[in-house]
């Protein structure tokens, strides 16, 4: 389940895109059962990013094991034809956002990731790059979490705090990318949400 986001800032409360269109592929999950990692939204990937992208910035701290999981995403990306630098093996975080072409912030603990974010000062940082310079943003589970509003509606255990539980703000509300409705009959559009 995807869901792009490709428009102009439309919240006159928050800060200005100076006129920039916000590019965000929102992911609900890295694998579904019984398929390869992101092998289910790997074309809404290609389509997104397009030929103009060459290589990905992955930030991989939602998850502990962050060498395992870079390798599991740069064989992805390079199967894709990007190549892929993660955020936790660069001397300079800050620096490696700045000069990214793409951001891709994949899943795990919505918590360990974003006291990461802020541990690194990378909060103002992406969020000048995807709202204020307009790269692509591509977030999977936790990463999808963090790029909204707060991470208030994780469904994630807090096993380490942030300073605040505000995220990175790239869209104006909140999401939770593994809400099951348990009304079959709902009416709830799961992709609007």
Do not use: W
């Not at 800050?94 to 990378?122: C, M, P, Q, W």
């Amino acid at each position: 389940d995807a869901l792009p986001i490709s428009s102009a800032r439309k919240d006159p409360a928050a800060p200005s895109a100076m006129g920039v269109s916000r590019r965000l592929l929102l992911v609900s999950n890295s694998t579904l059962h019984g398929a390869g990692y992101l092998d289910h939204c790997h074309e809404h990937i290609q389509k997104f990013l397009g030929q103009q992208v060459k290589r990905i910035l992955f930030v991989p701290y939602a998850l502990q094991d962050r060498d395992s999981y870079a390798k599991t995403a740069r064989q992805k990306f390079e199967s894709l034809g990007y190549g892929l630098d993660s955020i936790h093996e660069s001397s300079n975080p800050a620096e490696a956002v700045r000069k990214s072409e793409a951001i891709f912030i994949g899943g795990g603990n919505t918590f360990r990731l974003l006291k990461t974010l802020y541990d690194n000062g990378l909060i103002t940082e992406i969020r000048k790059r995807v709202i204020e310079d307009g790269i692509p943003y591509i977030g999977s589970s936790a990463g999808t979490n963090v790029a909204t509003i707060s991470i208030n509606t994780t469904n994630d255990m807090p096993i380490v705090y942030p300073p605040s539980l505000g995220a990175l703000g790239l869209v104006p509300f909140n999401v939770n990318p593994h809400f099951l409705d348990p009304d079959p009959n709902s009416r709830l559009d799961r992709k609007s949400t």
